[in-house]
Nanobody
Framework: VQLQASGGGLVQAGGSLRLSCEASGSIFRLNIMGWFRRAPGKQHELVATMSTIGITNYADSVKGRFTVSRDNAKNTVYLQMNSLKPEDTAVYYC????????WGQGTLVTVSS
């Protein structure tokens, strides 16, 4: 499965960004899509995921600020990020699990203070 992410950029603290990721290829009907991130000098961490049946999972650090959603007809997952903080600065990677596992190419989110 191939993943194409978009939507990163530079934003001031307190601002918002929306990431999108479209999957293509041999997509299982039941799957999970979501986002990981890697901040400078840190390991990858889960941000949020959502299954095709609507089950979500969030990192504690983003609960109440980020919202994951998806359009199953378009095989696309979104991440709405509100109230962004400088510590949210990272490369965000789209992920897919369903018969196989895939990583997207990463999109940089920079939050200035």
């Amino acid at each position: 499965v191939q993943l194409q992410a978009s939507g990163g950029g530079l934003v001031q603290a307190g601002g918002s960004l929306r990431l999108s990721c479209e999957a293509s290829g041999s997509i299982f009907r039941l799957n999970i899509m979501g986002w990981f991130r890697r901040a400078p000098g840190k390991q990858h961490e889960l941000v949020a995921t959502m299954s095709t049946i609507g089950i979500t999972n969030y990192a504690d650090s983003v609960k109440g600020r980020f919202t994951v959603s998806r359009d199953n007809a378009k095989n696309t997952v979104y991440l709405q990020m509100n109230s962004l903080k400088p510590e949210d600065t990272a490369v965000y990677y789209c992920r897919y699990w369903g018969g196989s596992e895939s990583w997207g190419q990463g999109t940089l989110v920079t939050v200035s203070s």
